[in-house]
């Protein structure tokens, strides 16, 4: 591995009519690098947050993927269309006005908390070895199993009447949780159709204050403008701020760091667990920094013992 190229992850404020693969390739192009990896992709109408991870910290992916989003969505009522948003062909409308604020929250309420969706045609989950979109784009509709989502917030924030009315939508959700299937889905229930037709991401995170927010997000521009490599580093954040919300265990000792090193298991020192990280090890892994918050490894717990599986370079 080149230690020399970029390492850290990156906060982009995607544009609306790019795709998230553009994005990958810019990024790949004004860092020079391949290793860039996204933590969930964003459709080309949609806006906001998304997480980049460059150089070493790609392999720590998997954990900001799994990490709840909030969004801001709008929706119109009154219409469906085959892609439940308004980049689809309309396939049918109906008169939305006699609708009200509370007839949309009351419908909402039902769609808060564990609940089943149905993935998209136009989504990238695989079927057969293909992506549903690229069945779509031929013409072509398959059977789906419902997946488990959670909605931990679903607010309307505004609301105006009319034969399409307009509804803005404050969203927080797990990953794997699709926007236009809840429109679609609120649609039918109020027996209206719905579509969604603008999507904002804000946040990433496991909560709103360890995530990555849209205020602190770069624009494609000013990654564009930036020629100077080391400028470009200087928008990097750290591996260890990126995991942050995860349980920390210290590796204090020298002849520890070398076994960790080479991925030996290390007996557990409780007191060597940072304040409140016992309480979190639900999430399933613990990540192993130095005395100096260097991070060294992901790691999980089995016995009394922290067994290191994914090492990064802790020379």
């Known amino acids: 591995m080149d230690?020399?190229?970029?390492c850290g992850i990156l906060v982009v404020d995607k544009p609306s009519g790019c795709t998230s693969h553009d994005v990958v390739?810019?990024?790949?192009r004004a860092f020079r690098t391949r290793q860039v990896g996204h933590t969930g992709t964003l459709d080309p109408?949609?806006?906001?947050?998304?997480?980049?991870?460059?150089?070493?910290?790609?392999?720590?992916?998997?954990?900001l993927t799994s990490c709840k989003k909030h969004y801001t969505a709008e929706f119109q009522f009154g219409l469906q269309s085959n892609s439940y948003d308004s980049t689809g062909v309309i396939v049918e409308q109906r008169d939305g006005s006699h609708l009200t604020r509370r007839d949309i929250e009351?419908?909402?309420?039902?769609?808060?908390?564990a609940i089943l969706q149905v993935p998209p045609m136009v989504s990238a989950v695989h079927h057969e070895g293909k992506r549903l979109y690229e069945l779509a784009r031929e013409g072509k509709v398959v059977e789906r199993q419902p997946r488990k989502v959670y909605v931990d917030e679903l607010e309307l924030a505004e609301f105006t009447p009319g034969v399409v009315p307009l509804a803005t939508f404050e969203i927080t959700c797990s990953s794997g949780?699709?926007?236009?299937?809840?429109?679609d889905d609120l649609g039918r229930a109020l027996g209206?159709?719905?579509?969604?037709?603008?999507?904002?991401?804000?946040?990433?995170?496991?909560?709103?204050?360890?995530?990555?927010t849209v205020?602190?997000?770069?624009?494609?521009?000013?990654?564009?403008?930036?020629?100077?490599?080391?400028?470009?580093r200087k928008l990097l954040i750290p591996m260890e701020q990126a995991v942050a919300s995860y349980p920390a265990y210290i590796v204090d000792e020298q002849s520890a760091i070398d076994q960790v090193s080479h991925g030996i298991a290390l007996p557990i020192q409780p007191s060597n667990f940072l304040e409140n990280s016992t309480a979190q090890l639900n999430h399933g892994v613990i990540m192993l920094f130095s005395a100096n918050r260097r991070l060294l490894a992901v790691a999980r717990e089995a016995d009394g013992y922290l067994q290191p599986f994914k090492v990064f370079n802790v020379q």
């Open 3 to 6: 230690l020399q190229s970029p």
């Open 25 to 28: 390739n810019l990024i790949r």
């Open 45 to 63: 109408m949609a806006t906001g947050v998304m997480v980049l991870c460059l150089g070493m910290a790609t392999r720590l992916a998997e954990y």
């Open 106 to 113: 009351n419908a909402a309420y039902g769609f808060v908390g």
């Open 177 to 183: 949780f699709y926007v236009r299937v809840l429109a």
């Open 192 to 212: 209206v159709g719905a579509i969604m037709s603008s999507l904002r991401r804000s946040w990433v995170g496991n909560t709103p204050q360890n995530a990555f």
């Open 215 to 232: 205020e602190e997000a770069v624009s494609l521009d000013t990654i564009s403008s930036k020629a100077d490599i080391t400028e470009l």
